[in-house]
């Protein structure tokens, strides 16, 4: 999560989602202005025919073309309004074709027309085109003429819509029979051109009324009132009861009647409440101001502990909106900084970025949290401000949930199992450590104690003078030590003696390639004995053959069978190149097993907590067989 997402993002932490996580007298404030509010709503939810009546007063717009307050005088509802469309029987030339449009939909009517007026196209002479019979041509031309002008597609349509609409509007008890009966005398009479539109125009303007009072009412949700709207809430709700007068004409209805009447009644019923309601609102409105300031010092002290040179600001911006920013510690709220990804370092931002996942988190009362890595980027100071405030006993936090920390860096363990961090700081959240190693595809967990984590120093120390090791194991921890210990080691005569040995001499070599001065050889091995006993250069080399090696490999552990396999490839001159070559990986992991050059101060007991993947493991043990290594 970047910070300037984040950023963006506050508004929903610090604000609603807050509302999720806030005490309970926040919680019942917000109950109680829901539950005034949704008396007016439930209406429409409870009422299934309200609810056909919204979805079914829309078609009539669609029919006549009804845009800004006037139905359309152009295209198909033009030419319906001049007369066409219907009204057949009004021409005497178009009795011949009364079985075609008498008592049949305007629907069947239409595609009638079409066929006839592609067949006048078709004419050529005095013959029928589809008979051959002879015409007059007198009496067709008319015809013609006639059924060009009244059988047009596009008012047929119109015209279906239309009278499909007011039917089911009728039936439906929507609209009333009688309201309607002169409309219908006009339709398809040139002559009734202006009340034909009067009657459609009307019906339009009661439809857009009726349907916008209902839009208004079902959209007046619960929590939908804003604080600009405290002030005249009791005009919003005036402007929700239904005027029975402007729907006198069409609407006049026993249905519509009851629907007004039950709307009324619940509106002024809602309104008795409206001082409680503003009480409420002033309440909830407090309620989330304290909510946001809190939560802003909140952050702001853990930039301050964190080392942030920046102060966050949030500000409401009605009541369900905030902006929010960050400034320079001294300066003034004006002077927010344009684009913070800019001016903070990547660990500043995943810091920030943190904490704020925290308040989201506790906002959605989460029961699980899973942090993947989360501080290993981070500087001391940081690693601190952030631990310490993810887990603060006195705000809000992730104190005493269940959070599930993955890491690939030891330093949380070592700071948190044994430093003792959360004991040192006043942290009562429990913590617990496990080691997580792929075995053959199975996730095996072991748990880390205190005690499991050794002091280097102290521990290949340990290793090496432990005579029930394998001698390959004690010889490399003995080189690792001394690397530790001695600044300049490999100058020492110790360190001379295990290099040979490791390289698998059985005469021991300076750095010249000639053979090691004899005092040197000695002085060595004196030294030596004080790690691994009393035992001889040869006899050390005994345990470090080619058969040796190979039996450790295929009996021991994982952390002994990775230091044998390299101790075995220097044996075998340019296996390991190869092996570099072929396996970088692989031959990465097994060099710093062998060197220190990779190990903290601190590190976990490898016996116990030794991994290497199990795919790099196969690969070096094909490897070997490949090779015929025997």
């Not at 409105?285 to 040179?309: C, M, T, V, Y």
């Not at 929010?324 to 370092?345: C, F, G, T």
């Not at 006993?533 to 009996?555: P, Q």
């Amino acid at each position: 999560m970047s910070l300037d997402s984040t950023v963006e993002r506050t508004e929903a932490i610090a604000c609603s989602a807050e509302l999720r996580a806030a005490p309970a007298n926040h919680l019942a404030l917000t109950l109680a202005i829901a539950n005034l509010l949704s008396d007016l709503q439930g209406i429409f939810q409870q009422s299934e025919s309200i609810r056909k009546l919204q979805e079914f007063l829309p078609k009539y717009f669609d029919a006549v073309k009804y845009s800004d307050g006037a139905i359309s005088k152009k295209g198909g509802v033009g030419e319906f309004i001049k007369g066409n469309g219907g009204g057949f029987d009004n021409y005497d030339e178009l009795e011949a074709y009364r079985p075609f449009y008498h008592n049949r939909d305007l629907i069947s009517v239409s595609k009638w027309a079409k066929w006839r007026n592609d067949g006048i196209k078709q004419m050529n002479g005095e013959s029928c085109p589809f008979c051959t019979h002879g015409l007059e041509m007198k009496k067709i031309e008319n015809q013609n003429k006639t059924i060009s002008k009244v059988f047009k597609n596009s008012a047929l349509s119109t015209a279906n819509a239309v009278l499909e609409y007011i039917q089911e509007d009728v039936r439906l008890g929507y609209i009333t029979n009688d309201s309607v009966e002169a409309m219908g005398s006009y339709i398809g009479n040139s002559s009734k051109e202006d009340s034909l539109f009067a009657e459609l125009q009307q019906l339009a303007i009661e439809t857009d009324y009726l349907n916008k009072k209902i839009e208004k009412i079902r959209n007046f949700r619960p929590l939908n009132v804003t604080h600009d709207q405290l002030s005249n809430i009791e005009a919003n709700l005036d402007d929700m009861i239904i005027d029975e007068r402007q729907l006198l004409k069409f609407y006049a209805t026993e249905f519509v009647s009851k629907m007004i009447m039950e709307i009324k009644e619940k509106v002024l019923a809602l309104k008795e409440n409206t001082g409680k309601l503003k009480g409420l609102f002033v309440q909830h409105e407090q309620k989330i101001g304290k909510l946001i300031q809190d939560r802003k010092d909140d952050i702001n002290h853990f930039l301050s502990l964190a080392g942030f040179p920046y102060k966050f600001i949030i500000k409401t911006n009605g009541e369900n909106q905030a902006v929010s920013y960050l400034i320079p510690v001294e300066a003034k709220d004006e002077n927010r900084i344009p684009e913070p990804e800019k001016h903070l370092s990547w660990g500043e931002k995943n810091a920030f970025s943190l904490v704020m996942f925290m308040f989201e988190a506790i906002s959605d009362n989460a029961d699980l949290i899973v942090l993947d890595d989360p501080i290993t980027s981070f500087d001391k100071d940081k690693k601190f401000a952030v631990v310490r405030r993810l887990f603060d006993n006195q705000r809000a936090s992730f104190r005493d949930k269940t959070v599930i920390m993955l890491t690939h860096d030891l330093q949380p363990i070592i700071d948190y199992v044994y430093g003792g961090f959360f004991n040192r700081f006043g942290l009562t959240t429990p913590v617990k450590a496990q080691w997580l190693q792929n075995e053959n595809g199975l996730i095996k967990e072991y748990d880390i104690q205190s005690t499991d984590l050794l002091n280097t120093v102290e521990l290949t120390k340990k290793i090496a003078q432990d005579n029930s090791r394998e001698m390959a194991v004690r010889v490399v921890n003995l080189r690792k030590h001394l690397e530790i210990i001695k600044p300049n080691f490999s100058e020492t005569p110790l360190y001379e003696v295990l290099s040979n040995l490791i390289h698998g001499r059985d005469i021991a070599l300076s750095n010249t390639g000639e053979a090691l001065d004899a005092d040197i050889l000695s002085s060595g091995c004196e030294e030596m004995k004080t790690y691994l006993g009393d035992l001889s250069y040869s006899d050390v080399l005994h345990e470090l053959t080619i058969d040796k090696l190979i039996e450790i490999i295929k009996s021991t552990d994982t952390y002994g069978k990775i230091i044998s396999i390299r101790l075995l490839f220097e044996r075998y001159d340019g296996l390991l190149s190869k092996l570099r070559k072929k396996y970088p990986a692989a031959c990465k992991y097994i060099n710093e097993t062998n060197h220190v050059e990779n190990d903290y101060i601190f590190q976990l007991d490898p016996f116990k907590y030794f991994s290497i993947p199990q795919f790099y493991v196969e690969q070096l043990e094909a490897f070997i067989s490949l090779e015929k290594v025997t």
